[in-house]
C-alpha cells in the first residue's frame, strides 16, 4: 500500500445549527468517508449520513450522496468494499451500513453495546438484514499494516484507524478531532516538552501519543477537508 492507496469519498454534508457551534452562527459540515486500497481488497472507513427522524432532518438539514454515488467516483460497487470500520456509529458515520449487508463492520464493543441502548443512533442503521460486526475490546491490527486504535473523547467508543504504507503511515482519525486544527494543537502539546518548553503546558489526550508514535505522514478526518501534515 501506498498513501495514494488511501482516498476520501464525500458522502454528504449538513448544517450544525447555531445553538450547536459557540460562535453565533450556523457552519456547514462535510461528511467523508475514506477508502483503503489494502493488499486483501478495500477497507471503507465511515460509510455517510443515514435517514434520520424528522426532527433531526429539521435540525441537521442533511444533504446527502448516496454510498454507490460516491463508491462510483472511485470505480467501485459496494460490492468492492471487503471491510467496513466505523469511527462511532451517530448517524453520520455509519448511514450507509445497511446498503453492505453480510460485509463484517468493524466497532468497538462499547460502541456497539452503546448504540443497541438507546437514545443515541437511529437502530434502523444499526440492525439490519445482513448485520455483521467484529468487535474489539481496545486496539488491534484488523488487516496487516491496517490497525484500529481507541481514541474516546467524541463518544466512549470512537476510534481512529492507522494505514501503514510503504512511504509512511496515514491517520484516518475519524472524528477523534473536528479539525486539523484542533489535532494540530494535541500534537504540539504533545510535544511540547521536547521543544524544551516548561510546565505549565497544555495537555492532550493519552492517545494521541499512541497514534504519533506511528509517525504519520498525513492525518485526514471525518468533518474537515484540512489534512493534518508533520
Ligand atoms: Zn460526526
Redesign the pocket.
Known amino acids: 500500500m501506498h498513501l495514494d492507496d488511501v482516498r476520501r469519498l464525500t458522502l454528504g454534508s449538513f448544517v450544525r445549527p447555531a445553538e450547536e457551534t459557540q460562535t453565533g452562527a450556523p457552519r456547514v459540515e462535510a461528511v467523508y468517508g475514506y477508502l483503503v486500497r489494502g493488499d486483501r481488497g478495500n477497507v471503507l472507513l465511515d460509510t455517510g449520513l443515514g435517514e434520520g427522524d424528522a426532527e433531526t432532518e429539521a435540525w441537521y438539514r442533511p444533504r446527502r450522496i448516496p454510498l454507490p454515488a460516491a463508491l462510483a467516483t472511485a470505480g467501485l460497487t459496494p460490492a468492492d468494499v471487503a471491510l467496513v470500520v466505523n469511527c462511532h456509529l451517530?448517524f453520520?458515520?455509519c448511514g450507509g451500513n445497511p446498503l453492505l449487508p453480510g460485509t463484517p463492520v468493524v466497532a468497538q464493543r462499547r460502541e456497539l453495546e452503546r448504540a443497541r441502548a438507546g437514545d443515541y443512533t437511529f437502530e434502523h442503521l444499526v440492525e439490519y438484514a445482513g448485520s455483521r460486526y467484529e468487535l474489539l475490546d481496545g486496539e488491534a491490527q484488523i488487516w496487516p499494516g491496517i490497525h484500529v486504535v481507541p481514541t474516546p473523547g467524541h463518544v466512549d467508543g470512537h476510534q481512529s484507524v492507522v494505514v501503514e504504507c510503504a512511504d509512511g503511515s496515514v491517520v484516518l482519525a475519524g472524528?477523534s478531532h473536528d479539525t486539523a486544527s484542533a489535532w494540530s494543537a494535541d500534537a504540539l502539546a504533545v510535544r511540547a516538552r521536547g521543544l524544551g518548553h516548561e510546565p505549565p503546558l497544555p495537555s492532550a489526550p493519552v492517545w494521541m501519543e499512541r497514534l504519533l508514535a506511528f509517525d504519520p505522514k498525513r492525518v485526514v478526518f471525518?468533518?474537515d477537508a484540512a489534512v493534518w501534515e508533520p
Do not use: M, Y
Request: proline share 0%; hydrophobic share 15%; charged share 15%.
Open positions: 451517530h453520520d458515520h472524528q471525518a468533518h
